[in-house]
């Protein structure tokens, strides 16, 4: 294939910054932090963290903690806090001191080996959605003696605003409150931004939502793509009915038909399970995945549309979230699988 017939992501820092104002403007009066984890859900955390610092964010939370050290490289002396999700590690808490990290302790042992660390973190409390945090209990066993600066849960159902399951984790969230006054508080991330006021608290943790995934994991007009992958058509064919596509009978032709082959594939991140449901945008129209192989992909493509035009497998018109409904995922995931293969074109850097 020569170099053109190659996919390429484009990441727009200027549709990122669009989608961080849009988060500020629905939750006034809260921080705005960024969530980078997994090298900004794949889009590449030192461009992403440091248009976001140009825009105004000083908080970010990574994963883990060598995702931390990476970052704080990223950022050089800019001013930033940087959160790390999975806590104190048993032992080389020096680490964390060294790169000016604040661990986000999430068990007992974790808050009683932060006693010796000399300095502020933040305490993550199990609200109900039961897979990490302090319990209630634990945590006002904890709350004498430990320097605790940001007091932070999670939501489980947050997707889905008519969930009861929202109201009840915000009631045990108070609760914590009242037992960390003088700590910051965030419970919401991308989804619970949008819950309403109740949410809001003193921090949003944003991540999805920053890079254009919907609140209600469907797409969202407030919220503009920052990933955009595209391939050429590098050939165009004639099935007739009955005829059988690629690998097994994944799919057969109703009738004749008109596909276009593309240089793209699940290699390049395009997810194989969006095959059938999902679709690509080309010659203007949505045209259905029929097939996703590693390197090739085949689209339905009643007209139009020549060799070498370029297909949008992702982005302001193949959209996030149609995408992950189609392959039975979320935003999240269809990020994070796009792979380094495709040429990475940052706009806006
Ligand atoms: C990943 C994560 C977030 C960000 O969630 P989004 O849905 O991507 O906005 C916030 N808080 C915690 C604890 C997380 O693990």
């Known amino acids: 294939m020569s170099p053109t017939e190659r996919a390429r992501l484009t990441i727009d820092l200027d549709a990122l910054a669009h989608n961080r104002a849009a988060i500020a403007a629905a939750t006034p009066g809260a921080e705005v932090a960024a969530v980078v984890k997994a090298d900004g859900y794949g889009l590449g955390a030192g461009p992403v963290a440091r248009r976001l610092h140009a825009e105004g964010t000083r908080s970010f939370f990574v994963a883990r903690i060598e995702e931390g050290e990476s970052l704080r490289g990223e950022l050089g002396d800019r001013d930033a806090a940087i959160y790390v999700l999975d806590g104190l590690p048993a032992r080389p808490a020096q680490r964390l001191v060294d790169a000016r990290l604040t661990p986000v302790i999430a068990t007992a042992a974790q808050a009683e080996a932060a006693r010796g660390l000399g300095r502020p973190v ?13 319990t209630l209990g634990e945590a006002r066993a904890v709350a ?40 910051r508080a965030s419970l919401a991330a991308s989804a619970g931004a949008f819950l309403g006021p ?69 290699a390049d991140g395009v997810i194989r ?3 059938g449901d999902g679709y690509a945008w080309a010659a203007g129209a949505p045209r259905r995945l029929l097939a996703v192989n590693m390197d090739i992909l085949v689209i ?23 995408l992950a409904r189609a392959a039975g995922t979320v935003a999240h995931e269809v990020l994070v699988r796009l792979s380094s293969r495709a040429a990475r074109v940052y706009l806006g850097a």
């Open 300 to 322: 339905e493509l009643a007209e139009g549309g020549a060799v070498g035009d370029v297909v949008e497998l992702l982005g302001p018109h193949a959209l996030l979230d149609d």
């Open 273 to 275: 399970a969006a095959m």
């Open 144 to 183: 004498d003696g430990l320097e605790v600066g940001l007091i932070m849960s999670h939501l489980g159902s947050a997707t889905d605003p008519a969930e009861a399951r929202n109201r009840e984790q915000l009631a045990r969230f108070r609760e914590v409150r009242g037992l960390f006054p003088n700590a």
């Open 198 to 266: 109740d949410y809001r608290c003193d921090m949003i943790r944003a991540g999805i939502g920053l890079f254009g995934g919907g609140p209600e994991e469907r797409p969202d007009r407030r919220l503009r793509a920052v990933a955009t992958l595209t391939a050429p058509i590098v050939d165009i064919r004639l099935l007739s009915a009955g005829d059988r596509l690629g690998y097994g009978s994944s799919f057969t032709a109703p009738g004749s038909m008109r596909v276009a082959v593309v240089a793209a594939g699940y």
């Open 122 to 134: 933040a305490l993550q409390v199990d609200t109900g959605m039961n897979r990490q945090g302090l």
